[in-house]
C-alpha cells in the first residue's frame, strides 16, 4: 500500500512537471516581451488575446511598441473595437509558417480575410513592401512569431498608390508611375479607378515600353485612370468611359467576364482604398496615338 501510494504521488509529480514545461502560448510569449506591450494592450481590448492563447496553429506577424508608435498621431485612439480587431487580424494566418518554408514572393490570407504580400531574398523577409522581418521564428505552443518593424494595414487604410505599391506583382507598374511622376497626382483626394497591369503585362510589351518618351509614357498610364470610383457592381454590359488623358475606355461584361477594350481581362476586383479602387488586369491598355 505504502509502495502504491508512492507511485501514485511520483505519477502526479510526473504530470505536474510535464504541465510546467509545456511551451508557452503566443499570447504568453507577447505578454512576456517588453517590446510588446502595445501589442498586448491592443489584443486584451479586443479580446483576441484568448484565441491566440487557446489551441490553434497561428502565425503572427508581431510589431513592436516602437512600429506603432511609428503611425500617424491618434491613429489607435480613433479606431473602433471592431476596426482595431480587423487591423490585428490582418497581422495573423491561420496556419504555422516558419521562415524557412516561405517562398520569393507569396500571398496569404489573413484572419480578417484580406491577403498579405511577403517577400524573401537574401536581404530579409517583407510584409507588404512596409514591414521588416527583425526576428523570426519564435516558436509558441500555438505557433510562431514573426517580429515586424512596422504596422501592416488592410486596404482600407491605403491610397491607391500604397495598395498598388504593397503587392508585388504590380512592381513595374509602381516604378513607372514613379517614372512619369505622377505619384503625388494618385496620393490625391480623388476618388480614382485604376485598371492596374501586372508585371507579367508589362513584360509583355517589354520593347515597347522601352523605346517610350516620359511624356508617352505619362500618357500610357492616364489612359489607365478614371475620375471617381467605379466598382465591379457598378459595370453594365457594355459602357465606355473617358481616361485622364481624354481617350475612351470600352468595358464590357458577359459571363462574369469583365474586358476592356476586348481583349485586356480584369483578373481581380474592387481593390478599395482611401482615394479609390484598383482593379488588376491582364494586358496594358495602349492608346490609340502609341
Do not use: W
Amino acid at each position: 500500500m505504502l509502495f502504491f501510494a508512492f507511485t501514485l504521488n511520483a505519477c502526479s509529480d510526473d504530470a505536474t512537471t510535464s504541465s510546467d514545461m509545456q511551451d508557452p502560448s503566443i499570447t504568453e510569449i507577447a505578454a512576456s516581451n517588453a517590446q510588446f506591450s502595445t501589442l498586448v494592450g491592443a489584443l486584451q481590448a479586443t479580446g483576441l488575446d484568448a484565441a491566440l492563447d487557446g489551441d490553434g496553429e497561428f502565425t503572427v506577424f508581431a510589431p513592436t511598441d516602437d512600429a506603432f508608435a511609428a503611425l500617424p498621431e491618434g491613429t489607435l485612439e480613433s479606431l473602433t473595437e471592431e476596426q482595431l480587431e480587423a487591423i490585428l487580424l490582418y497581422h495573423v494566418l491561420g496556419a504555422e509558417v516558419f521562415s524557412g518554408q516561405l517562398e520569393a514572393q507569396q500571398a496569404a490570407q489573413t484572419l480578417n480575410g484580406e491577403e498579405v504580400f511577403i517577400t524573401a531574398s537574401g536581404n530579409g523577409v517583407t510584409v507588404n513592401a512596409a514591414a521588416s522581418v527583425t526576428t523570426a521564428d519564435i516558436e509558441a505552443r500555438n505557433g510562431v512569431i514573426h517580429v515586424i518593424d512596422a504596422v501592416v494595414l488592410p486596404d482600407a487604410y491605403g491610397t491607391i498608390v500604397d495598395n498598388a505599391v504593397k503587392r508585388y506583382f504590380l512592381s513595374n507598374l509602381v516604378q513607372a508611375v514613379i517614372q512619369a511622376d505622377l505619384v503625388d497626382a494618385l496620393l490625391g483626394e480623388g476618388p480614382f479607378t485604376v485598371f492596374a497591369p501586372t508585371d507579367e503585362a508589362f513584360a509583355a510589351i517589354a520593347g515597347v515600353a522601352a523605346g517610350l518618351t516620359v511624356e508617352e509614357l505619362t500618357n500610357v498610364l492616364l489612359y489607365h485612370v478614371i475620375q471617381g470610383e467605379v466598382l465591379s457592381t457598378d459595370l453594365q454590359p457594355t459602357q465606355q468611359v473617358t481616361a485622364l488623358n481624354g481617350e475612351t475606355l470600352t468595358i464590357e461584361v458577359a459571363g462574369g467576364v469583365a474586358t476592356i477594350n476586348g481583349s485586356a481581362g480584369i483578373t481581380t476586383v474592387d481593390i478599395r482604398g482611401t482615394n479609390g479602387v484598383i482593379h488588376v488586369i491582364d494586358e496594358v491598355l495602349l492608346p490609340s496615338a502609341d
